[in-house]
């Protein structure tokens, strides 16, 4: 807290000294080092811009110590000081650090669609009792996949319902590209040719705890399923779990392709309470929550949305992830019951959130200049 609240808004105080920097825009990220496919499309569109400078700023902290985090830390606020637009789309502590000078927009474009578990200040553990101040402070604008979603946003991040925008989430533009679909499945089968002929299940968890301690749930009965499935020869098993529990699952099922590139290949989602559900959605295909710790976990999290309202077929027993269920959750699932759920929570992705967002930005940076 002494580094947040005292060393990184003296660096930003002596760095605002200097005029911004006409098109100087910074898309940055404390989870990963290299751009995380939730900014993607949108740094695409501005480095092709000439009349953007982008700079790109990616380190992830938890792996890098607290010292060499420190040195990230003083060189984004130098950077943030004489910046135009900043874009992240995770939780980016050295953003609100600081009052921010007008000038600067900040733009959350958030990893994940919808709004199912409860996050935020809306529940125990996401956020450091310790944490002075607000961790969501100085955005400008928050996109949202739809208008549903904003209440649950702006009570998580306690901020203003007019920050929140449905202008949908910029990284599902690909999923309404045929090349994007094309590319997917054709890498899947090359590195998985033994799924050729089969039906293909994709097992994409969430993570408990929290990023320092987190664990998964249901692992040994999926690893249960994973050896009925390779005896049965009809389905193949893919598993995907959170980035934060990589290598934890079942030897052999786990995919080194990005998530993404699984959802036009795979014949059906057993995830949990993940967020996939929302943008998995949007190719109208079967999911199967597995949440064996579900009264558990609704007490110690919550949720925005019953899951029983949820398109999908649900277990609850860890005994009962069986071959036969999942070609239940196929069998009955009710198309007209995800489009209705589409409309609900989706409805703003549609291929053009990336376009749309742009052009918002640049509106309300317009406006900025002219209040200046």
Aim: some cysteine; overall charge neutral; hydrophobic content about 35%.
């Amino acid at each position: 807290m002494a580094v947040q609240n005292i060393i990184l808004p003296l660096v930003y105080f002596f760095s605002k000294a200097r005029k911004l920097q006409k098109g100087l825009v910074i898309f940055a990220d404390a989870h990963n080092n290299e751009c995380p496919v939730s900014m993607k499309c949108i740094l695409d569109r501005f480095k092709s811009d000439n009349d953007y400078s982008v700079i790109e700023f990616y380190h992830d902290f938890n792996k890098c110590g607290s010292i060499r985090s420190l040195i990230y830390s003083i060189q984004f606020m130098r950077l943030y000081a004489k910046a135009e637009l900043v874009f992240i789309c995770n939780n980016f502590l050295p953003v609100s650090a600081c009052k921010k000078r007008k000038g600067t927009l900040v733009v959350q474009l958030w990893h994940a669609c919808g709004a199912f578990k409860k996050f935020g200040y809306d529940t125990a553990g996401d956020i450091p009792k310790y944490y002075k101040g607000n961790v969501y402070k100085n955005y400008d604008l928050v996109t949202v996949s739809s208008g549903e979603c904003i209440k649950y946003f702006a009570s998580a991040m306690r901020l203003d319902e007019r920050v929140f925008k449905a202008l949908g989430v910029s990284r599902t533009d690909i999923y309404f590209d045929e090349d994007f679909i094309e590319k997917s499945k054709e890498r899947f089968y090359s590195e998985n040719p033994n799924a050729k002929g089969k039906k293909v299940a994709l097992w994409a968890s969430t993570f408990r705890g929290n990023p320092s301690e987190p664990y998964l749930e249901g692992n040994v009965s999926v690893e249960r399923l994973a050896e009925e499935l390779s005896k049965s020869g009809e389905w193949y098993l893919v598993t995907k779990p959170h980035p934060h529990m990589r290598n934890s699952v079942i030897a052999n099922t786990e995919s080194d392709i990005p998530t993404e590139m699984l959802y036009p290949v795979v014949d059906l989602l057993i995830t949990d309470y993940s967020s996939v559900i929302y943008e998995y959605a949007l190719f109208k295909k079967p999911i199967l929550i597995f949440a064996p710790d579900l009264e558990k976990y609704k007490a110690q999290r919550g949720f925005y949305i019953d899951i029983q309202n949820l398109p999908a077929y649900i277990i609850t027993d860890s005994e009962c992830l069986t071959k036969e269920n999942i070609e239940k959750a196929v069998s009955q699932f009710d198309e007209s019951k995800m489009q209705s759920f589409i409309e609900r929570y989706m409805n703003a992705c549609d291929g053009n959130s990336t376009k749309r967002i742009i052009e918002y930005v640049k509106e309300i940076k317009m406006k900025v200049k002219e209040d200046i």
